[in-house]
T-cell receptor, first 112, second 113 residues
Framework: IAGITQAPTSQILAAGRRMTLRCTQD?????MYWYRQDLGLGLRLIHY???????GKGEVPDGYSVSRANTDDFPLTLASAVPSQTSVYFC???????????FGQGTRLTVV | QKEVEQNSGPLSVPEGAIASLNCTYS??????FFWYRQYSGKSPELIMF????GDKEDGRFTAQLNKASQYVSLLIRDSQPSDSATYLC?????????????FGSGTRLSIRP
């Protein structure tokens, strides 16, 4: 593993199902982020974590939850998927909350 | 009011000219400012960061920061067709106990040969 890895790369999910998007980084970065990207809306922050054991809500947190049990992993869970959660999801990490973020390759999620 | 605002474009610039991209932000306490480039279907990639007022140059790119006016800009000199992409402005937003990075909606740049 080098950098940030997201899984799966793409997924088609039935509405109402539970889904966890995985994100792992091997750079020992303290801060991690989840964004969603929709056409014309740029990157919108869902949840973030400044350090292991802490999380915070971003701009669009409803319907999503996260955990940060250790430095490397930051999974994003959709408890009951809805079609409006169809989007491209990006995980990112940074050394600290004030420094530049590096992105994973993205997960394309379609909720039908 | 969005926390980070950009003109969505598209901005069309002839090859070899200077492309100027602008961004304004609402949080006066922000300390770090970033420009990312994103090609269609790809992840955002960092091209510049700036922390202090003034200009910062890196090759054909210059980032400009004016904290008093709360704007940050990116100049691309000698624009090339490969510069055609969406450019995202990002700002770190300080909270009472945490900090996070907020993005604008991006500006689509098209370099015409």
């Amino acid at each position: 593993i080098a950098g940030i890895t997201q899984a799966p790369t793409s997924q088609i999910l039935a509405a109402g199902r539970r889904m966890t998007l995985r994100c792992t980084q091997d750079m020992r970065h303290n801060a991690m982020y989840w964004y969603r990207q929709d056409l014309g809306l740029g990157l919108r922050l869902i949840h973030y974590s400044n350090t292991a054991g802490t999380t915070g809500k971003g701009e669009v947190p409803d319907g999503y939850s996260v955990s940060r049990a250790n430095t490397d992993d930051f999974p994003l869970t959709l408890a009951s998927a809805v079609p409006s959660q169809t989007s491209v999801y990006f995980c990112a990490s940074s050394v600290g909350a004030n420094t530049e973020a590096f992105f994973g390759q993205g997960t394309r999620l379609t909720v039908v | 009011q969005k926390e980070v605002e950009q003109n969505s474009g598209p901005l069309s610039v002839p090859e070899g000219a200077i492309a100027s991209l602008n961004c304004t932000y609402s949080d006066r306490g922000s300390q770090s400012f970033f420009w990312y480039r994103q090609y269609s279907g790809k992840s955002p990639e960092l091209i510049m960061f700036i922390y202090s007022n003034g200009d910062k140059e890196d090759g054909r790119f210059t980032a400009q920061l004016n904290k008093a006016s709360q704007y940050v800009s990116l100049l691309i000199r000698d624009s090339q067709p490969s510069d055609s992409a969406t450019y995202l402005c990002a700002v770190n937003k300080l909270g009472s106990s945490a900090s996070k990075i907020i993005f604008g909606s991006g500006t689509r740049l098209s370099i015409r040969p």
